[in-house]
């Protein structure tokens, strides 16, 4: 199985300032995709970001943009000018684009903004 | 309109009764999941079901039993709760195939066994 790991179990950042939370997995695959969900105090799962494997483009949402190193199986999430409703648990995740119903997500990172 | 809901959002029940969560997702999507967040915030699957056909049925106890009557609809189902039982149960739907493939979350049904 895939394995995926955060190796940040916490993180902080100062308000308006730049985070960067790690992410590498574990795959003989070429083709998968990426995704870094956001969990607030109130419990709901978000998709922050996705990138398909197969595209070389990081992709970018707004404040959030990843770095995505394919050859070294690294998947980095930054977000940009910090904002007080950023603090949450983010959770890096990969699914094959072959066998498809299986996610496999790592254990976390806490991120804290300091006003 | 909430793309994945699950009904009750809260239990808190006494070890030993049997207990159920509800599913469903109005997206069309063939695969559901249901996901335990433990209290260190671990994700866990425990089962997927697509177009109501078991396909993952990760080492969980046999208390638990899915129930998929159709594919819009994925309920959990635990008897004889135990302690250990308490964590946050999450259900989930994606696209079998092809981008962008996501999963979509519900709310999440936080079980309180005491």
């Known amino acids: 199985a895939q394995t995926v790991t955060q190796s940040q179990p916490e993180m902080s950042v100062q308000e308006a300032e730049t985070v960067t939370l790690s992410c590498t997995y574990d795959?003989?695959?070429?083709?998968?995709?990426l995704f870094w969900y956001k969990q607030p105090p109130s419990r709901q799962m978000i998709l922050v970001i996705r990138?398909?494997?197969?595209?070389?483009q990081n992709a970018t949402e707004n404040r959030f943009s990843v770095n995505f190193q394919k050859a070294a199986k690294s998947f980095s999430l930054k977000i940009s000018d910090s904002q007080l409703g950023d603090a949450a648990m983010y959770f890096c995740?990969?699914?094959?684009?072959?066998?498809?119903?299986?996610?496999?997500f790592g254990t976390g990172t806490s991120l804290t903004v300091i006003p | 309109d909430t793309a994945v809901s699950q009904t009750p959002k809260y239990l808190v029940t006494q070890m030993g009764n049997d207990k159920s969560i509800k599913c469903e997702q109005n997206?069309?999507?063939?695969?559901m999941y249901w996901y335990k967040q433990d209290s260190k915030k671990f994700l866990k699957i425990m089962f997927s079901?697509?177009?109501?056909?078991?396909?993952i049925n990760e080492t969980v106890p046999n208390r638990f039993s899915p129930k998929s009557p159709d594919k819009a609809h994925l309920n959990l189902h635990i008897n004889s709760l135990e302690l250990g039982d308490s964590a946050v149960y999450f259900c989930?739907?994606?696209?079998?195939?092809?981008?962008?493939?996501?999963?979509?979350f519900g709310e999440g049904s936080r079980l309180t066994v005491l």
């Open positions: 989930a739907s994606s696209q079998e195939w092809g981008a962008p493939g996501e999963l979509f």
């Open positions: 795959t003989s695959e070429s083709d998968y995709y």
């Open positions: 990138q398909e494997a197969y595209k070389q």
């Open positions: 995740a990969y699914r094959s684009a072959n066998t498809g119903n299986q996610f496999y």
């Open positions: 997206l069309g999507h063939d695969t």
């Open positions: 079901y697509n177009n109501k056909e078991l396909i």
